[in-house]
């Protein structure tokens, strides 16, 4: 595996390489450097031209019209009652069906989670519309930097490299993240950076994170979580709460502290320290 690979960045682009590695050397931006330029980055399109896109051929053997069936789903997020619609517009234009096994590329648009390998699942679209519209709640213009814990397939930072200036996703399974390596290649999103490592510390040369989303869940919210957010700054994770069930939990970190909502029961997968 190469680690100095990295997709067409621009000439002078002070990006780190992609993937990027949990290591004091791996180059990261300062937070003092943290990106000002949101208005440069890539827009959302509006919802209309993202449900009416190119009907793109899809490769060989996925027989679905990927476009349309996009649409439907996004069509049906809207009707659960998603209303974001810069989330919609993102899940509109990422081609899920890449994210998954090719015998599991027809259930890809469907409203349920799916085997994405080591025991791992992608989360079903209806909670991933659903976090992101909590993680982006009151903000009408692009996320800053954001901090995805659990990379797994790929597929969510796909979608959050629409709605924010970087994505560094963390994921503790080096199958895992040599896989979401594979899958995001095609898209050539050079805004989402790949770390192997144990996401329970956070990536603390990216903080601070505008926002913070994990998509395993444990007993508490990590320390390391809490301190890399950005004053101002909002996370959105699955925790395990006092009844023994998990919940979806927001925390938003202001200047007089740290407010936590307990939201609906959720079930994901669990935090587990260290890597494999
Ligand atoms: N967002 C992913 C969902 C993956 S499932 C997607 O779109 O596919 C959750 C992932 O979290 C799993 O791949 C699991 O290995 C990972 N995970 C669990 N604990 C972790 C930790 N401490 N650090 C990083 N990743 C972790």
Known sequence: MSLTERPEAAAGDKRPSFPVRLSPHAGVPSASKKSTNATDAFKPLPLKHAVQGL?????????????????????????????????????????????????????AYEDTSLPIGLGQTISKPNVVARMLELLREGKGERLGRVLEIGTGCGYQAAVLSHLASEVYSIERLRGLHEKARENLRHFRLANVHLLFGDGMEG?????????????????????????????GGRLVAPMQTASGQQALVVIDKTAQGIRQTVLEAVHFVPLKSGTN
């Open 203 to 231: 990536f603390a040369k990216g903080a601070p994170y505008a926002a913070i989303i994990a998509a395993a869940g444990g007993e508490a919210i990590p320390p390391a979580w809490i301190a890399q957010l950005a004053v």
């Open 55 to 107: 009907q793109k051929p899809l490769p060989a053997g996925v027989g679905l019209d990927s476009q349309a069936v996009r649409t439907r789903m996004v069509e049906k997020l809207a009707k659960q009652g998603v209303q974001d619609a810069a989330v919609l517009a993102a899940m509109g234009q990422v081609e899920r069906h890449r994210f998954v096994d090719t015998a599991l590329a027809n259930q």
